[in-house]
């Protein structure tokens, strides 16, 4: 169905809807790339390509064009093993915004999905009070809040626990004399599954100098993952939170509960 004409021109309603995927999918790839090493990759891969268009299509050089078409050729298959983090971290940004992730617009409207946040948020209240007394000690602290990507890979590099969540519990597990301190907690279905969990570490170079490994950790699960992680500096007690690659410093614990019960 034709809307309008735009000179010799015709526009569909499929033509805006077609700008509208596009536009979403260069958004979501934008959130992908930005920050890390991978943009410098992608622009390399660009630039390859612009010189084989050159020397094959307009100066026609056929030997220096074959060798060129070679890497050409492999094309998508190079382009997944190159980005394999990358792709895997865009199937999450989509699949966490789809129809049925937390993050849509159907979930917040439905009647039984209110339900369900008024009794998650009533369960993080342990992880709060456990953030406002390690931040108080400066106790170091990675909590890692699971939620619909399946993290089984990284509860099983650390230890099993499966224990009811509970403040005390919390801060024992991050007690610096604590056998289990070293690492992160997974927190899935209100349980305690896991701690001294290993994490992977991002490689956003932008991140500020001051940041050690505990938030590099903290943030690259949530590069892998829709998961949300909470950060606990040993060196000042600030409360950090990281969520889809972006990390949030400096908050309080006033802000900690109003950001979780927005994301919950």
């Given at each position: ?8 021109l015709?526009v569909?309603?499929?033509d ?11 958004y ?14 992608f ?21 220096l ?12 298959l ?20 789809s ?6 617009f159907?979930r917040?409207?439905?009647p ?21 007394s390690?931040?108080?000690?400066k ?10 990507t ?15 969540l ?33 994490l992977?570490v ?25 998961a949300?992680?909470i ?8 409360i ?25």
């Open positions: 169905m034709e809307l309008f004409h735009i000179g010799f015709s569909r309603l499929l805006l809807l077609d700008i509208l995927i596009v536009s979403f999918l260069l979501k790839a934008y959130q992908l790339l930005k920050g890390g090493t991978a943009i410098n990759i622009i390399g891969i660009v630039s390859m390509y612009m010189l084989w268009f050159l020397f094959v299509k307009i100066f026609e050089m056929q030997l064009g074959a060798i060129l078409g070679q890497f050409m050729s492999v094309g998508v190079a382009l997944i093993i190159v980005f394999q983090q990358e792709v895997r971290r865009f199937l999450v940004l989509l699949g966490s915004s129809i049925t992730g937390k993050d849509s159907t917040k409207i439905l039984w999905n209110w339900k369900e946040e008024q009794t998650i948020t009533a369960d993080l209240i342990p992880v709060i009070k456990a953030c406002e390690m931040s108080n000690a106790t170091g602290a990675i909590i890692v809040l699971s939620r619909t399946d993290l089984k890979f990284f509860e099983n590099s650390g230890d099993a626990m499966d224990a009811d509970s403040k005390r519990l919390l801060e024992s597990i991050f007690f610096k004399n604590s056998p289990l301190h070293d690492g992160a907690v997974i927190i899935r279905n209100n349980k305690i599954k896991a701690a001294r969990c290993v992977p991002t490689d956003n170079n932008d991140l500020p100098a001051h940041l050690g490994m505990r938030h590099r950790a903290a943030l690259g699960i949530t590069e892998q993952s829709d949300i992680s950060i606990v500096s040993e060196e000042t007690g600030n950090s939170v990281a969520k889809n690659g972006v990390l949030e410093n400096n908050l309080s614990i006033h802000d900690l509960e109003l950001y979780l019960q927005r994301e919950y």
